[in-house]
């Protein structure tokens, strides 16, 4: 399974937007990009998943580059609830395995 | 729902000493999971199953055994445990849906500690 590479920790004031970056750049074409969080001493739960176009739920938005070889994750309005670690994943379709990395940690300032 | 459950929620094991961790789904999902998470890191999949009596090897299987007899239950078996297995265990489940989603239910997990 491809790779993803994330910066290991963000910052966001309260209320203002994140963008959460992910560089998949071996990312192959049967490849779905995942997006869990895990909140403190919990398990990680999921957050949103795409292949190829810009997708939206109620907790984000995915942002896909045109190349597939990065993608964005966008929490619309920060609350201190989505301080967690969030992690971008690569699945093949066929494949039943997720690699999670080390994630990016989210601190959300009040 | 209860969702994935998973026992204990703690457990402190002698060097050597054996044990089982249990894990239960109650949403009918094929696919159940093992991953242990060390201190900082990111999860790492020891097991899986996509459906009773159908078992596979993940990245770190050494050390472990799985069994899946119902659809329901996915137990971890630890032999001879040693302080490098010291983690946190989760179970996940999922089933596959369209449009690629395998989207993992967890459980709280096992914070597990070999002396």
């Known amino acids: 399974d491809a790779k993803t590479t994330q910066p290991n920790s963000m910052e966001s004031n309260e209320e203002e937007p994140v963008h959460l970056p992910c560089n998949h750049s071996t990312i192959s074409g049967t490849d779905y990009i995942h997006w869990y969080r895990q909140l403190p001493s919990q398990g990680p739960e999921y957050v949103i998943h795409g292949l190829t176009s810009n997708v939206n739920n109620r907790m984000a938005s995915l942002a896909i580059a045109e190349d597939r070889k990065s993608s964005t994750l966008i929490l619309h309005r920060a609350t201190l609830r989505d301080a967690a670690v969030y992690y971008c994943?690569?699945?093949?379709?066929?494949?039943?395995?997720?690699?999670f990395g080390t994630g990016t940690s989210l601190t959300v300032i009040p | 729902n209860a969702g994935v459950t998973q026992t204990p929620k703690f457990r402190i094991l002698k060097i050597g000493q054996s044990m089982t961790l249990q894990c239960t789904q109650d949403m009918n999902h094929n696919y159940m999971y093992w991953y242990r998470q060390d201190p900082g890191m990111g999860l790492k999949l020891i097991y899986y199953?996509?459906?009773?009596?159908?078992?596979d090897k993940g990245e770190v299987p050494n050390g472990y055994n799985v069994s899946r007899s119902t659809t329901e239950d996915f137990p971890l078996r630890l032999e001879l445990a040693a302080p490098s297995q010291t983690s946190v265990y989760f179970c996940?489940?999922?089933?596959?849906?369209?449009?690629?989603?395998?989207?993992?239910?967890f459980g709280p997990g096992t914070r597990l500690t070999v002396l």
């Open positions: 994943i690569l699945r093949d379709v066929a494949g039943n395995q997720f690699y």
């Open positions: 996940a489940s999922s089933d596959l849906t369209s449009g690629g989603n395998n989207e993992q239910f």
């Open positions: 199953s996509v459906g009773a009596g159908i078992t």
